[in-house]
Each structure stands twice: as C-alpha cells, then as structure tokens.
C-alpha cells in the first residue's frame, strides 16, 4: 500500500481488526520512510457494479457516493454514523447478490428510500426531494401527504 503522504511503496501493516459488521477489514498501516500512521479498509467484492444514468451514461458503482447521499439525507437527525454504514453496506450487498452486473440509478434510489422510509422520515423527504426532483411546494406537499397516510394507524379519524 502506498503511503498517501510520502508515496513510499512499501507501508507496514501494524494492526487488523474487523470493521462494519465483519463486512471489511481495518488495517492500520506505518510508513517506514516518513513515519506517517494511516488506516485502509479492504472489502469483499462480489462483483465489479456499473450504474446507467438516467441519460443512459454508465459509471462504476461508487460506495462512497452512495453514503455521502444518505449521510447529507440524514444531516443534523438522530441518525449515527454506524446506521449510515449499515444501510451502505445492505444497498450494497443486495446490488452485488442480484445477478446483476449494470444497475439503473433508479434502483439504487429506490434502495436509498426504502431505507431511510424506516429510519428517519425528514431525512426520507431530504432525499426524495432531489431525488424525484420536487420542483414546487405542491409536490413536497403531496409527498408528505402521502407519508402521513401511510404512518397512521388504520382506523385513525382526522376530526
């Protein structure tokens, strides 16, 4: 592994433990050049993911991209770190066991919602304002509607 701060080509790994869920390996590493300590992640893939854009455009499946969408969804909630990993690496993990080697962002968006539907309705909204593209206060209006009615109990009187 190279050093991100020397560019030595030979760090030293210094200690390994499980992270996420046993999802990953963290590895704390040394440079021996400059002395500089830094931590990798190393993460089973199951196969290389390519996303299909809306405009037909294909790019790589990006993890990070993926979590920092949720994690600016779930800016300033209730919400811990872990849990933004967890649901990360469950989006991930079902992507990767669907057979499928070319995912529509439409997927991946609909993962994203389903989601956060069961953690956190702000940060839910958050998201589905830019992702179905809210262009007027009617359309956020008729989405919280429609997240009220689905919250309530049945049965359950507006009087």
Same mark, same amino acid.
């Given at each position: 592994m190279k050093c991100p701060f020397c560019g030595c080509d030979d760090t030293q790994v210094k #200690?390994? *433990?499980d $992270?996420?869920?046993? /999802? $990953?390996? @963290? *590895?704390? @590493?040394?440079?021996?050049?400059?002395?500089? @300590?830094? /931590? /990798?992640?190393e993460r089973v893939q199951l196969r290389e993911? &390519?996303?299909?854009?809306?405009?037909?455009?294909?790019?790589?499946? #990006?993890?990070?991209?993926l979590a920092r969408s949720i994690e600016i969804a779930v800016r300033k909630r209730p919400v811990t770190p872990? *849990? &933004?990993e967890k649901i990360v690496n469950s989006i991930q993990r079902r992507l990767e066991t669907s057979g499928e080697t070319e995912i529509p962002s439409q997927t991946i968006g609909e993962y994203v919602m389903e989601a956060l539907s069961t953690l956190d309705h702000i $940060?839910?909204? *958050?998201? $589905?304002? &830019?992702?179905?593209?809210? @262009?007027? &206060?009617k359309d956020f209006e008729e989405f919280v509607d429609t997240i009220d009615r689905l919250a309530k109990p049945q049965g359950e009187n507006n009087d």
């Open positions: #200690d390994s *433990r $992270a996420d869920d046993n /999802t $990953a390996i @963290r *590895r704390r @590493r040394e440079c021996p050049e400059c002395g500089s @300590r830094f /931590t /990798t992640f993911l &390519v996303v299909i854009k809306k405009d037909g455009e294909k790019m790589k499946f #990006d993890r990070d991209k872990e *849990r &933004v $940060a839910y909204i *958050r998201f $589905a304002s &830019v992702y179905r593209d809210f @262009r007027e &206060v």
